[in-house]
């Protein structure tokens, strides 16, 4: 049975209980499952490696003690020990900053999480049925994927899911170009479930030839998110990649004075796709300096890119097409961007990428450190036959092969062409470039040339009658 098909059942219990109200309820209730199940495979194999080592989830309370055995606790005893033992030593551990990072870890994944679940029994049948899955094994462990997608695919229908997921093959594309190297820093500040960081790391992976670059692809990942749910997800999703002390803070990367950034919060690379559309509230606006200050999140978030990155840094963003033409505060926020950045390209997406979330054109805009003399601008071509992209027909990796086989040697084409800092300028940073060879064949015709061709297919049609009435003759 694939794992898939063992989440499906899972939920499929969860809807009978009483105390599980919707999707968000009961990812929730799995994810910090889950998260159990796969920190106690992780601790033995900690334990296996290591003469010393000390568990950090404490006897009595470890996945394999009180879950594992299908024929364990269950009804009101089950009930009572996860709500009264179980999540009250989590919640009511006294740590200090000098505890052990895994412990911290585990006490901040469960400090928002709940046990919704009313029923012991039906607990002990979702208990079972998520022991089908066997962490141990590496096939079950890549299989992790399945349960990600089927627990994305629910996140729709639990309202803002948007602000969770970026297509793989846009994540991958992404990665690829920024092309990290092991020895650098990667960060995602709104890394959601963390797509952006599970690529870079695989990216990162295949560059690891000893024990000493190993330790380098310990702390190469760095993300933050606010919400608990998706937080909990990209930190399960770290340990299973092998990640042992996952860098993911559950925190508001907005929450901080820009302006107190030091050398030392400063990264290498930055991959995100932050949310757009949103509304941060008024405090958060005081942490930028003043012709910067703005409620739009996705603004933000790309001025905080511009102070977390290093001298020699380089990233990558998925920005709204309203943050290329728009004016006031974004005006200063391009004007500030290309003066100490070299935007050296833009990649138009068609509509539909982000489907079902958002209809919104968006853009994949590629920076490193330097001034900005021209922009590369690449308009992404829909496959034949698609008039957009759809939840059913989505944007696949093998669609980016054109732009990768571009990349390194540019030229203008039909998909393809550049503007000056100057035309940039002249147009008061508005980067709302249009594709010219499009433009071409859209222009709007002068009215005696629109006369003259309406004339020629009228003079035509009459010729088509006249040798159809002969015909019939």
Known sequence: MSISVTIKSVQDIMRQDAGVDGDAQRISQLVWMLFLKVFDSKEKEWDALSDDYKYIIPGGL?????????????????LDFVNNILFKTFKDWQLTEKSDPKTLLVKSLFEDSYNYMKSGTLMRSVINKLNEIDFDKVSDRHLFNDIYENILKDLQSAGNSGEYYTPRAVTQFMVDMVNPQLGEQVLDFACGTGGFLVCALEHLRKQVKNIEDEAKLQTAILGVEKKPLPHMLCTTNMILHNIDNPQIKHDNSLSYPV?????????DIILTNPPFGGIEEDGIQDNFPTQFKTKETADLFLILLMYRLKQTGRAAIVLPDGFLFGEGVKTAIKEKLLSEFNLHTIVRLPNGVFAPYTGINTNLLFLERGRTEEIWFYEHQLPIGYKNYTKTKPIKIDEFDAEKAWWNDRKETEC??????????????????????????????????????????????TQILNEIEEMLK
């Open 62 to 78: 470890r996945w394999s003690d009180w879950a594992e055995n299908d024929e364990g606790i269950t009804g009101d005893e089950l």
């Open 416 to 461: 393809a062409w550049k503007v000056t800092i100057e035309e940039i300028k002249v147009r008061n940073y508005n980067l709302d470039f249009k594709n010219p060879a499009t433009q071409i064949e859209n222009e709007i015709q002068s009215p005696h040339k629109i006369i003259k061709k309406t004339a020629k297919c009228l003079l035509r049609s």
């Open 259 to 267: 302006k107190d950034i030091k050398v030392k919060d400063k990264v």
